[in-house]
């Protein structure tokens, strides 16, 4: 216990110890944090001032914008801060609440892709109890939930991580702090934790999966059944999206967390690490306007009125 009181830092792990390469770093990840802000901003505007835009539907999509703004804010400027200044270093109760924060929206992430599936399936398979069913009360509850979900789940892995003492080292093979990497650190073993850890991420991001296969297996059926073919086209492009971002949030999160924390060097752990925490975040509002006509036409007019406004 003596050596968890006296670690009050955590060495990050660095892109390059070339100062050139370290100013390289912090631009590139500067466009990156700047594009997925703006993309996420961008959409959150677009739905907030276009009245055919308040729908369930967006109104999920703006809590996922939200929760993608907070991702890359948690993780980005610090590691542009540490390669501007040349330093490694975050504190104990800054490596705590990295962790903490990245939880939450990452998980809450999850959990609000479910419960957007939820509501593909009931636009498209009940659509006359659509409204009845997606209310406003219950979108409310429904997005409350996603929340506490990821706020409960986050609370319960930082505990668990940081309950454990520190004593093999305190550098971390990660550009940010993160739980596996944390493990690789401890002193006690932590077979028991990360079974846990294990275990309950396996159990909520398998229900969550389940559910959403599930929603789509009835969703398709649905679809094929649509005897016009402009039909069937307008229903899978309102979901294909949600499939997409699904996607991406799944292939590059489920190899970081269930792998072993043993099984990679710094740099696979290094690569993983960009890819599943800035991707998604940042290829999101991509995603949701490529494929949108209607947030595309909001853009449009987001866009028309802050020019007008300027002139």
């Not at 110890?17 to 770093?25: A, G, S």
């Not at 590691?79 to 330093?87: E, I, L």
């Not at 997409?244 to 290094?270: H, Q, R, W």
Request: net charge positive; charged share 10%; proline share 4%.
């Amino acid at each position: 216990m003596s050596n968890r009181t006296t670690l009050t830092e955590f060495l990050l792990l660095e892109f390059s110890d070339v100062r050139e390469l370290q100013i390289l770093h912090f631009v590139v990840f500067l466009v990156i944090y700047l594009a997925g802000l703006m993309g996420n901003l961008l959409i959150i505007s677009a739905i907030a001032l276009d009245h055919h835009l308040h729908t369930p539907m967006y109104f999920f999509l703006v809590n996922l914008s939200i929760l993608d703004i907070g991702s890359i804010s948690v993780t980005i400027p610090k590691s542009m801060v540490n390669s501007f200044m040349n330093t490694r270093v975050i504190s104990y109760p800054g490596c705590v609440t990295q962790v903490f924060l990245f939880v939450i929206f990452t998980s809450t992430d999850f959990v609000l892709l479910t419960v957007m599936a939820y509501d593909r399936h009931v636009a498209i398979c009940q659509p006359l109890h659509y409204d009845s069913v997606m209310n406003r009360g219950a979108c409310v509850q429904m997005a409350a939930s996603a929340w506490i979900t990821g706020i409960v789940y986050s609370a319960l892995h930082t505990g668990n991580t940081f309950r454990l003492p520190f004593c093999q080292s305190n550098v971390i093979n990660q550009f940010f702090c993160e739980i596996p990497q944390l493990l690789k650190l401890a002193c006690s073993d932590s077979y028991l934790s990360e079974v846990g850890l294990l275990a309950f991420s396996i159990f909520l991001g398998l229900n969550c999966f389940v559910f959403i296969i599930v929603s789509y297996v009835q969703i398709f059926k649905t679809v094929l059944r649509i005897p016009s073919e402009q039909g069937r086209h307008k229903a899978f492009s309102t979901c294909l999206p949600h499939l997409t971002v699904v996607s991406l949030l799944l292939c590059t999160g489920i190899f970081e967390y269930l792998k072993p924390t043993s099984s990679s060097a710094s740099n696979m752990d290094l690569m993983m690490g960009v890819l599943y925490s800035l991707v998604p975040p940042v290829l999101n509002p991509i995603i949701y306007s490529m494929r949108n006509k209607e947030i595309k036409a909001a853009l449009k007019k987001l866009i028309v009125w802050r020019l007008i406004t300027k002139n």
